[in-house]
């Protein structure tokens, strides 16, 4: 049966992926005073990042709506779609009214949304995942059921430079801003099972804080022979970096490294690294 996979824009693909032509990606805009940017194929990251940093205040997102989810149905098929966590965007919630409005109009193909809870590489991995299993011509199902077990194991962990825009879009909480505006430190933070942000450690430097995130992924047994993805902001010598340390001391059976586009720029900012397995 044909499929399509349909993917929020806060979804930083592995370049193979845009190129697949069952994909599409539905873009989040961005507010920045009086511009708007589009996350689509036209996203400058360099435009935003100089944005970001001449405008006084955080940058604000919007999710897509419902309609623009539903262009992307097919009519007949399988239809997978892959969202920002439901925890942090409303585009977990444009997407689901869209499938209903979709079985509304008497729809006939499947669709089923996913709930990253995570972001940015974490939707990646599950963005792979489908592509794998739809490969392989596994019922819809099956598909879902094992993607679903896939989300509520998978890890997902950040360090970044700045944390401004998380904190004044109230996405931390207000001891973590306190932690890192008093201290000047350096967050290693994570994804709760329910796709939140929690604090998981801290570090002077980012580096320090960087080989702290390493090493806890070492200590994870669970991840030899799995994939983990990479994503960083503006910063790619420092995601090789990272790449490096884990190499010597983990024991994935494949690394990728992507660019993130710009809702996860937003929330990365320049130099931040996102890590999903």
Same mark, same amino acid.
Not at 59 to 88: H, M, R, W
Not at 172 to 200: F, H, N, S
Not at 218 to 244: F, K, S, T
């Given at each position: 049966? /044909?499929?399509?996979?349909?993917?929020? *824009?806060? #979804?930083?693909?592995?370049?193979?992926? #845009?190129?697949?032509?069952?994909?599409?990606?539905v873009p989040l805009s961005i507010q920045i005073g009086p511009d708007t940017i589009v996350d689509d194929a036209g996203f400058c990251q360099k435009e935003l990042l100089d944005k970001m940093k001449s405008w006084p205040d955080a940058p604000k997102t919007a999710c897509p709506s419902p309609s623009i989810y539903l262009e992307q149905f097919l009519e007949e098929g399988d239809n997978y779609v892959v969202t920002l966590t439901g925890q942090l965007s409303g585009s977990y919630n444009a997407a689901m009214q869209a499938r209903a409005i979709y079985r509304e109009e008497g729809g006939k193909g499947n669709v089923h949304v996913f709930n990253s809870r995570s972001a940015s590489s974490g939707q990646a991995q599950i963005a792979l995942l489908v592509r794998e299993l739809t490969a392989r011509c596994i019922p819809f199902a099956q598909v879902v059921e094992q993607v679903e077990a896939y989300i509520a194991q998978m890890k997902t962990l950040f360090v970044l430079e700045n944390l401004d825009n998380l904190r004044k879009n109230g996405r931390l909480t207000k001891m973590q801003a306190l932690v890192t505006g008093a201290l000047r430190v350096k967050l290693l933070c994570g994804a709760t099972p329910e796709g939140e942000i929690e604090k998981l450690g801290q570090g002077l430097s980012v580096r320090q #804080?960087? !080989? @702290?995130?390493? *090493? @806890?992924? !070492?200590?994870?047994?669970?991840?030899? +022979? =799995? @994939?983990?993805?990479? %994503?960083?902001?503006?910063?790619?010598? =420092?995601?090789?970096?990272? =790449?490096?340390?884990?190499?010597?001391?983990? @024991?994935? +059976?494949?690394?990728?490294?992507? %660019? /993130? +586009?710009?809702? *996860? /720029?937003?929330?990365?900012?320049? +130099?931040?690294?996102? !890590? !999903?397995?």
């Amino acid at each position: 049966m /044909t499929y399509r996979l349909i993917c929020d *824009s806060c #979804t930083d693909l592995p370049l193979e992926l #845009t190129a697949d032509p069952h994909v599409r990606k539905v873009p989040l805009s961005i507010q920045i005073g009086p511009d708007t940017i589009v996350d689509d194929a036209g996203f400058c990251q360099k435009e935003l990042l100089d944005k970001m940093k001449s405008w006084p205040d955080a940058p604000k997102t919007a999710c897509p709506s419902p309609s623009i989810y539903l262009e992307q149905f097919l009519e007949e098929g399988d239809n997978y779609v892959v969202t920002l966590t439901g925890q942090l965007s409303g585009s977990y919630n444009a997407a689901m009214q869209a499938r209903a409005i979709y079985r509304e109009e008497g729809g006939k193909g499947n669709v089923h949304v996913f709930n990253s809870r995570s972001a940015s590489s974490g939707q990646a991995q599950i963005a792979l995942l489908v592509r794998e299993l739809t490969a392989r011509c596994i019922p819809f199902a099956q598909v879902v059921e094992q993607v679903e077990a896939y989300i509520a194991q998978m890890k997902t962990l950040f360090v970044l430079e700045n944390l401004d825009n998380l904190r004044k879009n109230g996405r931390l909480t207000k001891m973590q801003a306190l932690v890192t505006g008093a201290l000047r430190v350096k967050l290693l933070c994570g994804a709760t099972p329910e796709g939140e942000i929690e604090k998981l450690g801290q570090g002077l430097s980012v580096r320090q #804080t960087l !080989a @702290r995130m390493v *090493s @806890r992924m !070492a200590d994870d047994v669970g991840h030899a +022979g =799995r @994939r983990l993805i990479i %994503a960083h902001c503006n910063c790619r010598e =420092r995601a090789e970096y990272v =790449r490096d340390l884990i190499q010597k001391r983990c @024991r994935f +059976g494949e690394i990728l490294i992507v %660019a /993130t +586009g710009g809702i *996860s /720029t937003v929330y990365a900012e320049d +130099g931040g690294i996102i !890590a !999903a397995y």
